[in-house]
């Protein structure tokens, strides 16, 4: 196998691999050594973090589109900038919301932390957070707590009713 077949295996960058075997940086990390080692086993090849990030950006915005059909919300939602911050804007109010509850989905019912969950979205580990903290404010509300009931039982394939 060479180097950079092994490397695209083990998600190691092959400047990475070339840096330890000429000297210019020391040593690997031990998750590296694991990595190589799963690689050459051929085992179970390790998730890159790219990947993961973009599974959890597709999850997310399945999610997006759930909260959105469930809401009643059209299309335009879907695309409203979130980074325009427009907070008079009726439609930019919609589409917040069902990102909100879309973040808080992937985090809570999924168990993906905040920081990949917010290095998949654009948003920051804080941010993540803070929306997190508001949704389940939003549960107080019991039509907020069945739609997320209703929503998650989707998802993972349980009763809604139980």
């Not at 997310?60 to 911050?85: C, M, T």
């Not at 941010?127 to 949704?135: F, P, T, Y």
Request: glycine content about 6%; some cysteine; hydrophobic content about 40%.
């Amino acid at each position: 196998m060479s180097v950079s077949a092994l490397c695209r295996r083990a998600c190691v960058p092959v400047t990475t691999y070339w840096r330890v075997a000429t000297g210019r940086k020391r040593k690997w990390w031990p998750q590296t050594y694991r990595r190589f080692e799963t690689a050459l086993r051929g085992k179970q090849v390790p998730r890159c973090r790219a990947e993961a990030d973009k599974m959890i950006g597709d999850l997310y915005r399945a999610y997006v589109v759930i909260f959105a059909k469930e809401l009643g919300h059209a299309a335009e939602v879907l695309v409203a900038d979130p980074q325009a911050r427009s907070n008079l804007d009726v439609q930019w109010r919609a589409s917040a919301y069902v990102r909100s509850l879309a973040v808080y989905c992937v985090t809570i019912e999924l168990g993906v932390t905040g920081a990949r969950v917010g290095r998949a979205v654009g948003l920051t580990r804080a941010a993540v957070s803070q929306i997190n903290r508001r949704v389940q404010d939003f549960r107080d509300d019991p039509k907020v707590d069945a739609l997320l009931e209703r929503v998650g039982s989707l998802v993972s394939n349980r009763d809604p009713l139980l």
